[in-house]
């Protein structure tokens, strides 16, 4: 008789495994199945992408610091990188993490498949194991959480060495001299972020008419005018059409907005232009499951789909393709399993990090969006460079920028690019979330001397009362 489990989760990513720890602490029965060799959990951010990415990105930071600890009055001579080194520290934080997370699951008692799991009909997941074996379970319910992996761009074929994606550059032994990078959403301007600051000429190319263009507009401006100040190319509206590969050149050719031709010259091109769900072979043809034109499973509010106990998350489905995100729908499904009250996620809430530098972090409404959806808007800024702590940390580029409405106050969006970023974002999640006003978040008191004053500052911006600018 096959094993009986309250939950089986399909992929181990930081949707699936938040979920199965989540289902562990509230007393279900537990299966998680993952098909990467060796059982490593983690998923894509884990193993392929957010975790070792960022590592990269902290040696990348103190490489370009350490370049300027003269400033500081700090002697460093020979200044140099190994690069082997880099890449065993990133390793190193991967498989940590990696087994940090199986120690999890054995500290909550959930049960680890090693292999590819296939919906094979109703409450039934068959396991195909390592050596053509196979297994099947039972289970009362089940949470797709495959994620997403990278998309082929028709034309753009990689190879590992000279053309490469978010995955195999992560393996690169060695800086390359030059490189093109197709695509300046997150995964984009991390990676330029990364190898710029090793030494490598850097050219950012994008098809939009300005950089990481989910983000509030004078973001887009102010991280173009960075990448320029620190020699990194930016290059918008550019639509690339065809790539020529010489032993030690590649050349990129297209059309600009104008309808010029354009052409480019580098030694390594990065493809960073969009991922996919991940659904092959899963056996959604057994069960009522629907998937949309754009290759997402379609859930409700709840993440529940067509097939009853069937549910899905994370990249699989057409919410925001974030790993935070796609824990919280996991928690969300197991607390709604378990028999807890639970409500849907307030999408406008999610928050939107991109580790690159400097940094940008958003949560809420674009100033363009909020007058798009009919406010009366308000806006405070104020910029890093009138910051005391921003000048101690040599890091004044950038501004946090407030959108409000007129009428009750109330914050609609919060938009920072500069230093900690990505941290100081955390604040106005919390201050959103319980409605805050921005005369609410100027009166509340920040210590001093730090970057997090600078979010205050911008909220009494609103109101013109900002202090030190």
């Keep these: ?31 998680i199945i993952e098909k990467e060799k060796g059982a490593r959990l983690g998923g894509t951010c884990g193993l392929r992408g957010c975790i070792p990415t960022k590592a990269l990105l902290m040696a990348a930071h103190l490489y370009q610091q350490a370049g300027h600890f003269s400033d500081y009055g700090i002697k460093v001579d020979n200044l140099g990188f190994d690069w082997t080194q880099v890449q065993k520290r990133k390793g190193d934080i991967v498989a940590k993490n990696a087994s940090g997370v199986s120690y999890l699951m054995k500290k909550n008692k959930i049960t680890v498949f090693n292999g590819f799991g296939k919906i094979s009909g109703k409450g039934k997941v068959e396991i195909a ?10 289970t009362k319910n089940i949470i797709i959480a495959t994620g997403s992996v990278v998309k082929p761009f028709p034309g753009f074929e990689t190879d590992g060495k000279q053309v490469v994606n978010s995955d195999q550059i992560l393996e690169l ?29 850097t050219t950012v ?20 005018r960075s990448f320029k100040k620190q020699g990194i190319k930016v290059e918008t509206g550019i639509k690339l059409e065809k790539l020529e590969k010489s032993k030690k050149v590649i050349k990129a050719t297209g059309k600009n907005d104008k309808g010029a ?30 998937v949309s034109e754009r290759g997402t499973v379609e859930v409700n509010e ?55 530098d400097p940094e940008v972090a958003s949560v809420g409404l674009t100033e363009a969006k909020a007058r798009e959806e009919g406010y009366d808007v308000k806006v405070g800024k104020f910029p890093f460079s009138a910051s005391g702590k921003a000048r101690i940390l040599g890091e004044t580029d950038g501004f946090v920028k407030i959108v ?33 006003t921005a005369d609410e978040l100027g009166r509340t008191i920040h210590a001093h001397p730090t970057v997090s004053e600078s979010v205050m500052e911008a909220a009494e911006g609103v109101h013109n009362l900002t202090i030190h600018m």
């Design 129 to 138: 194991l390592e050596g053509g074996k196979s297994e099947t379970i039972d």
């Design 1 to 31: 008789m096959a094993e009986q489990f309250d939950v089986t989760i399909i992929g181990s990513g930081p949707g699936g495994y938040v979920a199965a720890i989540r289902a562990g602490q509230l007393g279900l029965k537990v299966a």
């Design 261 to 290: 031709d354009v052409s480019f010259e580098a030694e390594m091109f990065l493809v960073a232009v969009g991922r996919m769900p991940y659904l092959e072979n899963l056996g959604l043809e057994n069960t009522k499951v629907k």
């Design 205 to 224: 190319i994008e098809f939009m008419p300005r950089i990481v263009p989910v983000e509030d507009e004078e973001v887009s401006k102010e991280l173009a």
């Design 302 to 356: 709840y993440c529940e789909t067509a097939e009853p106990n069937i549910f899905a998350i994370g990249d699989v489905i057409a919410t925001p393709w974030l790993a935070h995100l796609a824990s919280k729908e996991g928690i969300m499904v197991v607390e709604k399993l378990a028999g807890k009250k639970v409500e849907p996620i307030n999408m406008r809430l999610v928050p939107n990090c991109t580790y690159c």
């Design 404 to 436: 409000s409405e007129k009428k009750y106050d109330e914050v609609l969006g919060v938009h920072i690019i500069g230093p900690h970023a990505t941290e100081l974002l955390a604040e106005a999640c919390v201050a959103m979330s319980l409605e805050t």
């Design 173 to 201: 032994d060695r800086v390359p001299k030059s490189m093109i990078v197709m695509g300046s959403g997150a995964v984009g301007v991390e990676f330029a972020s990364v190898y710029a600051r090793f030494g490598c000429e």
